[in-house]
Nanobody, 119 residues
Framework: QVPPVESGGGLVHPGGSLRLSCAAS????????MGWFRQAPGKEREFVAS????????YYADSVKGRFTISRDIAKNTAYLQMDHLQPNDTAAYYC????????????WGQGTQVNVSS
């Protein structure tokens, strides 16, 4: 079992942008869906965005609608999260999840990538 690998986190000023990548491989290739969750210090983990691999349907948390965009490259088994107009309350560890049809909690979770939004 190879967990997905995230990349693209970092430090950005408020109003800035980052793009996260999540590469699935091995058993996690050809997922049912891929998604992003985040967890800020002292807070519960929360859903951010997801995409069904087959038809490309996108879903977003209300807090990121209009600012974040999820996309995919099927050939590369890679999902992306374009984050624009970042705000300090977007600061969190972002986790990619490969869902194989048994729910997010049973999916394959990446190690996480840190996003810090600060002036």
């Amino acid at each position: 079992q190879v967990p997905p690998v995230e990349s693209g986190g970092g430090l950005v000023h408020p109003g800035g942008s980052l793009r996260l990548s999540c590469a699935a491989s091995g058993r996690t290739a050809n997922p049912n869906a891929m998604g992003w969750f985040r967890q800020a210090p002292g807070k519960e983990r929360e859903f951010v965005a997801s995409m069904f691999w087959g038809d490309g349907s996108e879903y977003y948390a209300d807090s990121v609608k209009g600012r974040f965009t999820i996309s995919r490259d099927i050939a590369k088994n890679t999902a992306y999260l374009q984050m624009d107009h970042l705000q300090p309350n977007d600061t969190a560890a972002y986790y990619c999840v490969v869902e194989k049809g048994t729910g997010w909690s049973r999916g394959d979770w990446g190690q996480g990538t840190q996003v810090n939004v600060s002036s």
